[in-house]
T-cell receptor, first 112, second 110 residues
Framework: NAGVTQTPKFQVLKTGQSMTLQCAQD?????MYWYRQDPGMGLRLIYY???????DKGEVPNGYNVSRLNKREFSLRLESAAPSQTSVYFC???????????FGSGTQLSVL | GESVGLHLPTLSVQEGDNSIINCAYS??????FIWYKQESGKGPQFIID?????DKRQGQRVTVLLNKTVKHLSLQIAATQPGDSAVYFC?????????FGGGTRLMVKP
């Protein structure tokens, strides 16, 4: 049972570089989410997709874009990385919007 | 406990004792609440949830209490074990999103 799979697990970027974080779930969930977690803090929602074909902004969307590629996959893109985007990024999925989330193991991103 | 940025509130308990972790939520209209456990280097794991039409729900060694009058949620862990050492987060449903609190670190002393 893979659950929610995120790639890569670690990434180092220089300021201004772009990259895409990948997320896939095999639980046939309708909703998918991207959160960031800064040291010693809770999770803050970046973007979410309540269902295939829709995406919405969360609490901290600036500097990010997302794509719900299909029901399984939800990617997060940083077009021009900034040091303030250094964080651990978690993807999650749920059967319905705002319901119990299942999390991936995270991507640790450092922007120098 | 409320988060104060880098300084997570910490609860230190003796192995075998009961633990109580508290959370204040913000939206009186929230109708669904969840507790998550996060171990170092891992993603959050679901512990227990409760809907607003209940005030108590029990799981295996865990109980969640909901006081809607004062917008307060608590997680009780019975007979705390070393494996319970982690950061615990409460989350509330706001529309289509789950919003997380700042977390409380639980340390279990052998």
């Amino acid at each position: 049972n893979a659950g929610v799979t995120q790639t890569p697990k670690f990434q180092v970027l220089k300021t201004g570089q772009s990259m895409t974080l990948q997320c896939a779930q095999d639980m046939n969930h309708n909703s998918m989410y991207w959160y960031r977690q800064d040291p010693g803090m809770g999770l803050r929602l970046i973007y979410y997709s309540a269902s295939e074909g829709t995406t919405d902004k969360g609490e901290v969307p600036n500097g990010y874009n997302v794509s719900r590629l299909n029901k399984r996959e939800f990617s997060l893109r940083l077009e021009s990385a900034a040091p303030s985007q250094t964080s651990v990024y978690f993807c999650a999925s749920s059967t319905g919007a705002g319901e119990k989330l299942f999390f991936g193991s995270g991507t640790q991103l450092s922007v120098l | 406990g409320e988060s104060v940025g880098l300084h997570l509130p910490t609860l230190s308990v003796q192995e075998g004792d009961n633990s109580i972790i508290n959370c204040a939520y913000s939206n009186s209209a929230s109708d669904y609440f969840i507790w998550y456990k996060q171990e170092s280097g891992k993603g959050p794991q679901f512990i227990i949830d409760i809907r607003s039409n209940m005030d108590k729900r029990q799981g295996q060694r865990v109980t969640v209490l909901l006081n809607k009058t004062v917008k307060h949620l608590s997680l009780q862990i019975a007979a705390t074990q070393p494996g319970d050492s982690a950061v615990y987060f409460c989350a509330e449903k706001k529309g289509n999103m789950l919003t997380f609190g700042g977390g409380t670190r639980l340390m279990v002393k052998p």
